[in-house]
């Protein structure tokens, strides 16, 4: 009902924003758009309130309407927790604090938790009503939590609708409400009793009042944002029509389709909100129909479950009523229950002190169980005598025996997970099942699962009943049997615990692969439901959700049905809208060409005058116009600035200040149809110009001389400069010593001067106009191969190239010289190069003498390395900068472990380090000292720390102002042992 309201509302705001463009559009036609403004100012604001007052409508609705589903889903959900828990059991709970123990008590609210952990229900809670107060029972949430509440607890702040509960019997959701424990919106459905048909307790749920808050303020933004954007849509377009209304007549028709626009815009938003709303009822109510059929689904599994249990139950009472039961009476009495399809088994098994094992295997067999014995499966499921134990259980009645021979006499206490089960039976009372097995009698490795229900006889225990069932058939038969198996739903069965993950059990479909179970968010927003079973001591879940035919059988068609729908209709109110409005411009289109057409044919002749006159005025040369007597028509501002502008007054006397026609006068020749091109010097300012006189005829049909004067005294000025540079240009390349030789582009000689003459062989004549490559043949000055000219380099890469190395340049007779050279590109004002510049000069002299000097340095350098004296050099500071072969030999340092190095420091025992500093600060000052010129004893240190004496010949040397030393030094530790000997 809401979203119909909702969908009818926008769809009168639709109506609101169309029928506006239509009008205006229509109504442009035939009235001023003064006219249309007025009406526009008065048409938008009411279409924009009832749009905002829509919108806000709309808001309050979408989030009553989200308020409803939570609610619902709430309710829903806490519902099928109700109907699963068993009224009869909660009648031994007390709701006190004695409850903690309770057997009954601790099973659902284990169940509780492990439900809640895995579900959309955080937070489930029980209420029953003593005594007039409201006290709680078992819950969902853990013992150390603040809103745990012990069993017993007296509720303070209950809602008031709780009692409504208890009263009518009747679910219901509450809130948001406050309570001692904080804020919340509930919902409470009552648990009855079947046989007193009263309240036994309140099953609550609780969602956090900020959590509803939240979601339903985000269901109230959508449609609010919806129409915020509407709204801003309806601004623009406005604001674009007002806009347009300023506008020229002919930008006005450039912008006619606003209307248009504004429709196409607003009707296409309207539509995807219309379509999204509709699909969000048709996906509403799929879900409704797809929750209520698996909910059916699901129940009939439940129900079977719970039939079971109750089967269970009155096969537990047959043996407590009776004192012996024999095969013949069991067989009679579960022979309605094996036929119910849903178990495999029912089964009874004694407990056996070990006293009276082969008492009891002796009685079976008498009772023709032939072979029986007790026994129990190993490791590798084969069947071997029990182990000894103080109680065995084995199995002596089972039903049907068809298929289920195998299960006489096992021990279902021999097995762990089975004894688990067994022994919590035992411990509370309570029907019991086991954690998923596989059966004794189970040929593959299907799981199953055993219930066992205790019998006591004067309060000890005297065996067990058990049903024993396969998970997948005993789901397939639930659902076959209620008529539901080809309905396009499956059902999957989950067995829940306290803080592990969901276990897949069974799925009544054939796949094989697993089933998924579906967490809170998909169970709200997907197709799966959730439907909980407790029973035997267990917490299952039972997941439904749909199957591909299903799916097939119920499309969310309907949005993508309206969404064409509504473009459909976009469209065409769109293109009515463009028709109008084409109409529209058409016909001011030819109003603007008729008025255009007249005005343009009376303003013609006035705009070709102004223009020429501006065209005039704007010439940054002076302009002026004669007639053939000499009388000036019109002179220019460019002229007016060098001569003193008096129209009427003849040009002779007005430029020259003469009575008659200038002599060099080129009139008759003009206005014969002659152009002519003159210089002159003006007298008012000595600047030269350049006049061209032309025939013309003015705007009054006058013939007249147009003269254009263009000053040309800066080219004149330039050109003369030009001239005088160049002559010292080439006066400089003459004079200078060094060759210069300049190139184009293409490499080819622009000039040469004299040096370069004489250096080449080549005469300035011959030369210029020939590649470089011809004119200068140069080599490599080591290896006399030819090699690149350097022109070619620079003029690719543009960058200066130095040359390091000499090269040879061979002149057109043959001679070789050496020669330096460096080159450079020649540039524009623009940085773009036009050609090269190659200079080079003559160092044949220079470099003989390099070669000279550099053989004397090799000649000395292999004096050096041959003494057998040490030859050592120190700079002024007193580091070591020269170190022969025989210093090597002598100190045992190598040369690059004493270059820089303090030669006092290293070589000298430290003794005398005192005194080497003294002596060798004087020698820095005077170059003179104790050891210059002579040859001293002295003790030096070698590389491994002994001293040893030496001699030492000093003589110094002034280098850039500074003394250097040079010492030659010879080991005479031989020369000593010698002279000691003959002593």
Same mark, same amino acid.
């Given at each position: 009902?809401?979203?119909?309201?909702?969908?009818?509302?926008?769809?009168?705001?639709?109506?609101?924003?169309?029928?506006?463009?239509?009008?205006?559009?229509?109504?442009?036609?035939?009235?001023?758009?003064?006219?249309?403004?007025?009406?526009?100012?008065?048409?938008?604001?009411?279409?924009?309130?009832?749009?905002?007052?829509?919108?806000?409508?709309?808001?309050?609705?979408?989030?009553?309407?989200?308020?409803?589903?939570?609610?619902?889903?709430?309710?829903?959900?806490?519902?099928?927790?109700?109907?699963?828990?068993?009224?009869?059991?909660?009648?031994?709970?007390?709701?006190?604090?004695?409850?903690?123990?309770?057997?009954?008590?601790?099973?659902?609210?284990?169940?509780?938790?492990?439900?809640?952990?895995?579900?959309?229900?955080?937070?489930?809670?029980?209420?029953?009503?003593?005594?007039?107060?409201?006290?709680?029972?078992?819950?969902?949430?853990?013992?150390?939590?603040?809103?745990?509440?012990?069993?017993?607890?007296?509720?303070?702040?209950?809602?008031?609708?709780?009692?409504?509960?208890?009263?009518?019997?009747?679910?219901?959701?509450?809130?948001?409400?406050?309570?001692?424990?904080?804020?919340?919106?509930?919902?409470?459905?009552?648990?009855?009793?079947?046989?007193?048909?009263?309240?036994?307790?309140?099953?609550?749920?609780?969602?956090?009042?900020?959590?509803?808050?939240?979601?339903?303020?985000?269901?109230?933004?959508?449609?609010?944002?919806?129409?915020?954007?509407?709204?801003?849509?309806?601004?623009?377009?406005?604001?674009?029509?007002?806009?347009?209304?300023?506008?020229?007549?002919?930008?006005?028709?450039?912008?006619?389709?606003?209307?248009?626009?504004?429709?196409?815009?607003?009707?296409?938003?309207?539509?995807?909100?219309?379509?999204?709303?509709?699909?969000?009822?048709?996906?509403?109510?799929?879900?409704?129909?797809?929750?209520?059929?698996?909910?059916?689904?699901?129940?009939?599994?439940?129900?079977?479950?719970?039939?079971?249990?109750?089967?269970?139950?009155?096969?537990?009472?047959?043996?407590?009523?009776?004192?012996?039961?024999?095969?013949?009476?069991?067989?009679?009495?579960?022979?309605?229950?094996?036929?119910?399809?849903?178990?495999?088994?029912?089964?009874?098994?004694?407990?056996?002190?070990?006293?009276?094992?082969?008492?009891?295997?002796?009685?079976?067999?008498?009772?023709?169980?032939?072979?029986?014995?007790?026994?129990?499966?190993?490791?590798?499921?084969?069947?071997?005598?029990?182990?000894?134990?103080?109680?065995?259980?084995?199995?002596?009645?089972?039903?049907?025996?068809?298929?289920?021979?195998?299960?006489?006499?096992?021990?279902?206490?021999?097995?762990?997970?089975?004894?688990?089960?067994?022994?919590?039976?035992?411990?509370?009372?309570?029907?019991?099942?086991?954690?998923?097995?596989?059966?004794?009698?189970?040929?593959?490795?299907?799981?199953?699962?055993?219930?066992?229900?205790?019998?006591?006889?004067?309060?000890?225990?005297?065996?067990?009943?058990?049903?024993?069932?396969?998970?997948?058939?005993?789901?397939?038969?639930?659902?076959?049997?209620?008529?539901?198996?080809?309905?396009?739903?499956?059902?999957?069965?989950?067995?829940?615990?306290?803080?592990?993950?969901?276990?897949?059990?069974?799925?009544?479909?054939?796949?094989?692969?697993?089933?998924?179970?579906?967490?809170?968010?998909?169970?709200?927003?997907?197709?799966?439901?959730?439907?909980?079973?407790?029973?035997?001591?267990?917490?299952?879940?039972?997941?439904?959700?749909?199957?591909?035919?299903?799916?097939?059988?119920?499309?969310?068609?309907?949005?993508?049905?309206?969404?064409?729908?509504?473009?459909?209709?976009?469209?065409?109110?769109?293109?009515?809208?463009?028709?109008?409005?084409?109409?529209?411009?058409?016909?001011?289109?030819?109003?603007?060409?008729?008025?255009?057409?007249?005005?343009?044919?009376?303003?013609?002749?006035?705009?070709?005058?102004?223009?020429?006159?501006?065209?005039?005025?704007?010439?940054?040369?002076?302009?002026?116009?004669?007639?053939?007597?000499?009388?000036?028509?019109? *002179?220019?501002?460019?002229?007016?600035?060098?001569?003193?502008?008096?129209?009427?007054?003849?040009?002779?006397?007005?430029?020259?200040?003469?009575?008659?026609?200038?002599?060099?006068?080129?009139?008759?020749?003009?206005?014969?149809?002659?152009?002519?091109?003159?210089?002159?010097?003006?007298?008012?300012?000595?600047?030269?110009?350049?006049?061209?006189?032309?025939?013309?005829?003015?705007?009054?049909?006058?013939?007249?001389?147009?003269?254009?004067?263009?000053?040309?005294?800066?080219?004149?000025?330039?050109?003369?400069?030009?001239?005088?540079?160049?002559?010292?240009?080439?006066?400089?390349?003459?004079?200078?010593?060094?060759?210069?030789?300049?190139?184009?582009?293409?490499?080819?000689? *622009?000039?040469?001067?004299?040096?370069?003459?004489?250096?080449?062989?080549?005469?300035?004549?011959?030369?210029?106009?020939?590649?470089?490559?011809?004119?200068?043949?140069?080599?490599?000055?080591?290896?006399?191969?030819?090699?690149?000219?350097?022109?070619?380099?620079?003029?690719?890469?543009?960058?200066?190239?130095?040359?390091?190395?000499?090269?040879?340049?061979?002149?057109?007779?043959?001679?070789?010289?050496?020669?330096?050279?460096?080159?450079?590109?020649?540039?524009?004002?623009?940085?773009?190069?036009?050609?090269?510049?190659?200079?080079?000069?003559?160092?044949?002299?220079?470099?003989?003498?390099?070669?000279?000097?550099?053989?004397?340095?090799?000649? *000395?350098?292999?004096?050096?390395?041959?003494?057998?004296?040490?030859?050592?050099?120190?700079?002024?500071?007193?580091?070591?900068?020269?170190?022969?072969?025989?210093?090597?030999?002598?100190?045992?340092?190598?040369?690059?472990?004493?270059?820089?190095?303090?030669?006092?420091?290293?070589?000298?025992?430290?003794?005398?380090?005192?005194?080497?500093?003294?002596?060798?600060?004087?020698?820095?000052?005077?170059?003179?000292?104790?050891?210059?010129?002579?040859?001293?004893?002295?003790?030096?240190?070698?590389?491994?720390?002994?001293?040893?004496?030496?001699?030492?010949?000093?003589?110094?040397?002034?280098?850039?102002?500074?003394?250097?030393?040079?010492?030659?030094?010879?080991?005479?530790?031989?020369?000593?042992?010698?002279?000691?000997? *003959?002593?």
């Amino acid at each position: 009902m809401v979203i119909d309201v909702v969908a009818a509302l926008y769809g009168v705001a639709f109506l609101l924003i169309l029928l506006p463009g239509i009008y205006f559009a229509w109504h442009t036609k035939k009235s001023n758009g003064r006219a249309n403004h007025r009406a526009r100012r008065l048409v938008m604001p009411l279409g924009a309130l009832a749009l905002f007052i829509g919108g806000c409508w709309a808001s309050y609705q979408a989030g009553k309407n989200a308020d409803y589903e939570l609610r619902r889903h709430l309710i829903s959900e806490t519902t099928a927790v109700a109907q699963t828990i068993n009224p009869i059991r909660i009648r031994d709970l007390r709701f006190d604090k004695e409850d903690i123990a309770n057997p009954v008590f601790l099973r659902l609210r284990s169940q509780l938790r492990a439900y809640a952990q895995a579900t959309s229900l955080a937070y489930i809670f029980s209420v029953a009503r003593i005594n007039d107060a409201y006290v709680f029972g078992p819950e969902s949430i853990a013992d150390d939590h603040p809103l745990a509440s012990p069993p017993g607890t007296k509720y303070e702040l209950p809602p008031k609708e709780l009692e409504t509960v208890f009263t009518n019997r009747d679910a219901l959701s509450v809130g948001p409400y406050t309570d001692e424990f904080g804020t919340f919106v509930s919902a409470f459905v009552p648990v009855i009793d079947p046989a007193s048909g009263m309240v036994v307790l309140a099953l609550g749920a609780d969602i956090a009042a900020d959590s509803w808050k939240i979601a339903i303020i985000q269901a109230r933004i959508r449609p609010l944002l919806f129409s915020l954007a509407l709204l801003a849509v309806l601004a623009i377009g406005n604001a674009a029509l007002n806009r347009r209304q300023s506008f020229p007549l002919e930008k006005q028709r450039r912008w006619r389709y606003i209307e248009a626009a504004l429709c196409a815009v607003t009707g296409a938003a309207i539509t995807l909100a219309v379509a999204s709303l509709t699909h969000d009822a048709a996906k509403r109510g799929r879900y409704d129909s797809f929750s209520t059929l698996a909910r059916a689904h699901a129940g009939a599994v439940t129900e079977s479950m719970h039939d079971m249990r109750m089967r269970l139950d009155s096969l537990a009472s047959f043996f407590e009523s009776s004192e012996i039961v024999d095969a013949e009476e069991f067989a009679s009495f579960t022979e309605v229950l094996a036929r119910d399809g849903l178990s495999q088994s029912w089964e009874w098994t004694y407990a056996i002190p070990a006293s009276s094992r082969e008492t009891f295997e002796a009685k079976a067999g008498a009772q023709g169980l032939t072979n029986f014995f007790v026994w129990e499966r190993n490791e590798k499921r084969e069947k071997i005598p029990v182990k000894e134990r103080d109680i065995y259980y084995p199995v002596l009645h089972v039903a049907p025996v068809h298929g289920n021979e195998s299960v006489y006499g096992y021990d279902v206490g021999s097995e762990q997970v089975r004894y688990k089960a067994l022994k919590e039976s035992l411990d509370t009372g309570l029907a019991t099942g086991t954690e998923p097995v596989i059966l004794v009698q189970e040929p593959g490795m299907q799981q199953g699962m055993l219930a066992f229900r205790p019998v006591f006889k004067d309060n000890m225990p005297y065996g067990f009943a058990l049903v024993t069932f396969r998970f997948r058939p005993m789901l397939h038969h639930a659902v076959t049997r209620a008529g539901q198996k080809t309905s396009g739903i499956t059902v999957e069965m989950f067995q829940l615990q306290e803080n592990a993950p969901p276990l897949f059990l069974a799925s009544s479909s054939n796949s094989l692969y697993p089933g998924y179970f579906c967490d809170r968010h998909q169970q709200l927003n997907a197709l799966c439901i959730h439907v909980p079973l407790f029973v035997f001591g267990n917490t299952y879940v039972l997941v439904a959700r749909p199957e591909s035919e299903w799916l097939s059988a119920h499309p969310l068609w309907v949005g993508w049905a309206t969404t064409l729908a509504g473009l459909i209709i976009t469209a065409i109110l769109t293109a009515f809208i463009v028709s109008l409005s084409n109409r529209r411009a058409f016909l001011e289109e030819k109003v603007v060409q008729r008025t255009n057409a007249l005005q343009k044919s009376e303003n013609l002749l006035f705009n070709e005058r102004a223009k020429f006159k501006r065209i005039l005025d704007n010439m940054p040369i002076g302009i002026y116009m004669v007639t053939q007597d000499y009388e000036i028509r019109y *002179m220019n501002p460019a002229l007016q600035n060098i001569s003193v502008p008096v129209e009427g007054e003849k040009c002779h006397q007005c430029f020259y200040g003469q009575d008659k026609p200038c002599d060099w006068c080129v009139n008759d020749k003009v206005f014969q149809g002659e152009s002519a091109r003159w210089e002159c010097t003006f007298p008012g300012n000595g600047r030269i110009y350049e006049v061209y006189d032309t025939p013309i005829t003015d705007a009054d049909g006058v013939r007249c001389k147009l003269s254009v004067f263009h000053d040309i005294t800066d080219i004149k000025e330039a050109q003369e400069a030009l001239r005088v540079s160049e002559a010292r240009t080439a006066a400089t390349l003459r004079s200078i010593g060094d060759g210069v030789i300049g190139t184009d582009m293409t490499g080819k000689i *622009m000039g040469i001067n004299a040096a370069a003459e004489r250096l080449t062989g080549w005469p300035a004549d011959e030369a210029e106009g020939r590649p470089i490559s011809e004119v200068l043949h140069i080599m490599d000055g080591a290896t006399k191969e030819e090699v690149e000219n350097p022109v070619w380099e620079i003029l690719k890469e543009g960058v200066p190239v130095p040359t390091d190395d000499p090269l040879i340049l061979v002149a057109r007779d043959g001679v070789e010289r050496y020669i330096a050279d460096n080159c450079a590109p020649i540039r524009t004002l623009n940085d773009e190069i036009i050609g090269a510049v190659l200079v080079f000069r003559d160092i044949t002299k220079e470099y003989a003498m390099q070669r000279e000097l550099h053989e004397n340095d090799l000649r *000395m350098n292999a004096v050096i390395s041959a003494a057998q004296d040490g030859i050592i050099m120190l700079t002024a500071e007193g580091n070591i900068s020269m170190w022969n072969d025989a210093s090597t030999r002598i100190f045992g340092y190598e040369r690059g472990e004493v270059m820089g190095k303090n030669l006092h420091l290293l070589l000298a025992p430290k003794r005398y380090h005192d005194d080497c500093r003294r002596a060798f600060t004087t020698f820095q000052k005077t170059g003179t000292g104790d050891a210059i010129g002579h040859i001293k004893e002295l003790t030096a240190l070698r590389k491994n720390g002994r001293e040893f004496p030496m001699e030492l010949s000093l003589s110094a040397v002034q280098l850039g102002g500074e003394w250097h030393a040079v010492g030659i030094v010879r080991d005479i530790t031989a020369r000593k042992q010698a002279e000691q000997e *003959m002593l």
